[in-house]
């Protein structure tokens, strides 16, 4: 199996429209602990990537911006480069592309 490659794009200051949601910050948290517990001993890669500070990676640089210009409601995540969610990001949308990549539910 491959790990994959997770990514939470969003920023310290919430979007207008996602003012009740959890940061992006705390959105990669919890996805963090949520995933680790589902899918144990499954190594992933996740990474937080802030949109007006993006790192100088051209990918991840290239989404950031895209997320700013597209006006999306971030946090956006994304798995293996396809958007899983965005706003309010279901961990339910989230296991089920893991599963089609070959991760197993412990629980």
Not at 53 to 78: C, W
């Amino acid at each position: 199996m491959k790990q994959v490659k997770i990514v939470v794009y969003g920023a310290e200051q919430l979007c207008a429209s996602c003012v009740n949601l959890p940061s992006s910050k705390e959105t990669y948290e919890w996805l963090e602990a949520a995933i680790s517990r589902k899918y144990p001993e499954q190594p992933f890669e996740i990474t937080h990537v802030d949109i007006f500070d993006p790192p100088s990676d051209e990918e991840l640089a290239g989404f950031a911006e895209r997320v700013i210009s597209e006006d999306m409601f971030y946090p956006v995540v994304t798995l293996e480069g396809n958007i899983v969610g965005e706003g309010n990001p279901r961990l339910k949308d989230i296991y089920e592309e893991l599963e089609k990549h070959g991760y197993v539910s412990r629980n």
